[in-house]
Every structure is written in C-alpha cells, then in structure tokens.
Nanobody
Framework: QVQLVASGGGLVQAGDSLRLSCAAS????????LGWFRQAPGKAREFVAS????????RYAETVKGRFTISRDNAKNTVYLQMNSLKPEDTAVYYC??????????WGQGTQVTVSS
C-alpha cells in the first residue's frame, strides 16, 4: 500500500504555471504506476495523467496534452505534475493516485488549483 500526500496547489492567473508534488511512502513506490486526477465543482473526477513505474511511459488526457507534464523521482518517492499555460477550466481539486491490482486504490488528500481569467 502506498500513502500519498499532495501539495503545490494555489491561485494563479490564466497562462501561469504551477507544479504539483505528491510525496509517497511505502515500499512499493518505485514499482507502482502513478497518476493525477482532478475534480471540478459539480463534476465527476477525471483522469489527467499517468506515469509508469520506471517513468518511461506517460499518458495524458486530451484536454491537458501539450500543457501538462507528469514526472517522478523514485529516489525521492515523489511524483510531479508540471502545469503550464493554465486555463480557468483547469480549476479543480487535484489528486494523486497509485495503481494496484484492483485499480486506483490509493489516493492523496487533494490540492486545490484555482485559475482566474
């Protein structure tokens, strides 16, 4: 089991950048697929990005492709989400998550990102 703590959210203006971090604990971090999700008010939680255990493979939602970059540092047990060219529609609570055999079963507490126009 991986425990996750997300940080780095805040209030920014459209066009700005922000980097989210998610610190993890647990022996299986370096062998675990990790991801970022987000949930805007009144909407369902949606997938944002994921990264393989080695960091060699990434996936992105179409809405963030080309603007967001997911990365990880297995030595620091941390996964990052670099968000550039932010838009008001990126406003949401962002969650990091870890994959297990049963699916996305470990979740961080969420960090608020608010983008003003």
């Amino acid at each position: 089991q991986v425990q996750l703590v997300a940080s780095g959210g805040g209030l920014v203006q459209a066009g700005d950048s922000l980097r989210l971090s998610c610190a993890a604990s647990g022996r299986t971090f370096s062998s675990t697929l990790l991801g970022w999700f987000r949930q805007a008010p009144g909407k369902a939680r949606e997938f944002v990005a994921s990264i393989s255990a080695s960091g060699g493979s990434t996936r992105y939602a179409e809405t963030v492709k080309g603007r967001f970059t997911i990365s990880r540092d297995n030595a620091k047990n941390t996964v990052y989400l670099q968000m550039n060219s932010l838009k008001p529609e990126d406003t949401a609570v962002y969650y990091c998550a870890a994959m297990s055999a049963l699916g996305w079963t470990s979740w961080g507490q969420g960090t608020q990102v608010t983008v003003s126009s």
